[in-house]
């Protein structure tokens, strides 16, 4: 990867060498006590998630300070297999479904960020400025530190939830009272909730409170 223009004072516009799994290895191995990594758009290079993880997993090595933040779209669009079964990876790693943005952070002294897949004018641009990076290390470690655990098992992408998960988040989080819920979803009252003490386990909280929050973290509901 080398420069390509200074667009203003602390922000340099990249020119990716083209092999976007090799760029992601530079960066990483250039963090020295700490680095964020926050991946929000589906990537359309396989080889960047798995290079990627390699380099991560060899700064954990090391005893790197490493959090990884990822939407449930970039999420939806990997195998997630080899995250559950990895047991010093996956405690790394967050899942949020607000908007951010395709960022590294390396020692908080530089920051790097990118378009996703389809981009119309894809960009990569590494930021120096102090200032810029500090805020957005602190937006990022804030997302993070807010956002949903890796499951420890499967079942935590919209795509694993079907339509009668969906329609008890739905009237969970539209407050119905149980009853009125089972008789929309054509259930008896014990049933229906069966269903969500269900999808408590499934989403690893304890309170019908927690299903709503953690569900919309997910990007599940609204």
């Known amino acids: 990867m080398r420069q390509h223009t ?3 004072p602390g922000i340099v516009r990249l020119r990716p060498t083209g092999d976007l799994g090799s ?5 990483l191995r250039r963090v020295r006590t700490e680095a964020v990594v926050a991946v929000s758009s589906p990537m359309r290079l396989e080889n960047h998630y798995a290079l990627g ?15 990884l933040l990822y939407s449930p ?3 939806d669009s990997r195998d997630r297999r080899p995250l559950l079964e990895d047991s010093t990876l996956g405690p790394k790693i967050r899942v949020s479904s607000h908007d951010f943005q395709n960022t590294f952070i390396i020692d908080r002294h530089a920051a790097v ?6 981009a119309k004018h894809p960009y990569m641009v590494m930021v120096r ?6 805020a957005i290390h602190q937006f990022a470690t804030m997302t993070w ?18 339509e009668r998960d969906l329609a008890v988040l ?3 989080n539209s407050g119905l009272k149980d009853e009125v819920a089972a008789r929309r979803l054509e259930v008896s009252l014990r049933t229906y909730r069966r269903y969500v003490a269900e999808l408590m386990v499934r989403l690893e909280v304890s309170t019908r409170f927690q299903v709503g929050v953690r569900a919309a973290q997910l990007g599940l509901i609204g």
């Not at 760029?23 to 960066?27: A, F, P, T």
């Not at 960020?113 to 389809?118: E, N």
């Not at 400025?129 to 500090?134: E, H, K, N, S, V």
């Not at 807010?146 to 939830?161: D, I, V």
Request: glycine share 12%; aromatic share 6%; proline share 3%.
């Open 6 to 8: 200074v667009i203003a």
């Open 23 to 27: 760029d992601v290895q530079q960066l």
């Open 53 to 67: 993880h390699l380099a991560v997993r060899e700064l954990m090595g090391t005893g790197k300070r490493i959090r």
């Open 73 to 75: 779209d970039f999420l």
């Open 113 to 118: 960020l990118w378009s996703g897949a389809g």
């Open 129 to 134: 400025d102090p200032a810029l990076i500090g």
């Open 145 to 162: 530190e807010s956002a949903a655990r890796l499951a420890s098992r499967p079942g935590f992408g919209r795509a694993e939830f079907d």
């Open 170 to 172: 739905d009237a969970l």
